[in-house]
């Protein structure tokens, strides 16, 4: 079971590039989301997706874009990169709209260390 | 606004010793989520309490909920250095379509010989 995959697994980027960060899960899960992990501050929630067609904003959306045309993917964009922008991002989803569902608690992906100088 | 803290931020505990970690949440919900992250890694879920007064049992981690104190434990018994990582606590934050979880800071736990 690959479950969720993220890619790349590490990234370097300049000030000011943009590059998308993928995720794709198969296990036909509704809601995805994206984290960032920065010491001391646990994970913060970027954006959410419900479903194809329907995204939100998290706590810190600024910087970043989503789209969820399928089910299996939720990318997240970097428009312009920042060095406020190192960190560690994690995608995450679940089996129904809701990420606190009784029965299926957040599945994790492995992480994207990105680096932005 | 759903605040998550988590405390201690760092404990550092010998082998065989019992403690425990609190998460305190500031507004009512009815389930919490416990998660482990070994260092480089992603995380995992441990447990899902769901209703007040619930307790959750895995080997020798045990963990809690009293939604009237806004409070979850986490509780090590006889700690072995295995369980050395990080744990978090995450509380949902509802909205009119669906929740949110926000996540505590995590407590990063080293268990010394």
């Known amino acids: 079971n690959a479950g969720v995959t993220q890619t790349p697994k590490f990234q370097v980027l300049k000030t000011g590039q943009s590059m998308t960060l993928q995720c794709a899960q198969d296990?036909?899960?509704?809601?995805m989301s994206w984290y960032r992990q920065d010491p001391g501050m646990g994970l913060r929630l970027i954006h959410y997706?419900?479903?194809?067609?329907?995204?939100d904003q998290g706590e810190v959306p600024n910087g970043y874009n989503v789209s969820r045309s399928t089910t299996e993917d939720f990318p997240l964009r970097l428009l312009s990169a920042a060095p406020s922008q190192t960190s560690v991002y994690f995608c995450?989803?679940?089996?129904?709209?809701?990420?606190?569902?009784?029965?299926?608690?957040?599945?994790f992906g492995n992480g994207t260390r990105l680096t932005v100088t | 606004e759903l605040k998550v803290e988590q405390n201690p931020l760092f404990l550092s505990m010998q082998e065989g010793k019992n403690y425990t970690i609190y998460c305190n949440y500031s507004t009512t919900s009815d389930r919490l989520y416990w998660y482990r992250q070994d260092p480089g890694k992603s995380l995992e879920s441990l447990f899902v309490l769901l209703s007040n007064g619930a307790v959750k049992q895995e080997g020798r981690l045990m963990a809690s909920l009293d939604t009237k104190a806004r409070l979850s434990t986490l509780h090590i018994t006889a700690a072995v250095h295995d369980l050395s990582a990080t744990y978090f606590c995450?509380?949902?934050?509802?909205?009119?379509?669906?929740?949110?979880?926000?996540f505590g800071t995590g407590t990063r736990l080293q268990v010394t010989l």
């Open positions: 995450a509380a949902p934050a509802y909205t009119g379509t669906a929740s949110k979880l926000t």
């Open positions: 997706s419900v479903g194809a067609g329907i995204t």
């Open positions: 995450a989803s679940s089996s129904t709209r809701d990420a606190s569902s009784y029965n299926s608690p957040l599945h």
């Open positions: 296990m036909n899960h509704e809601y």
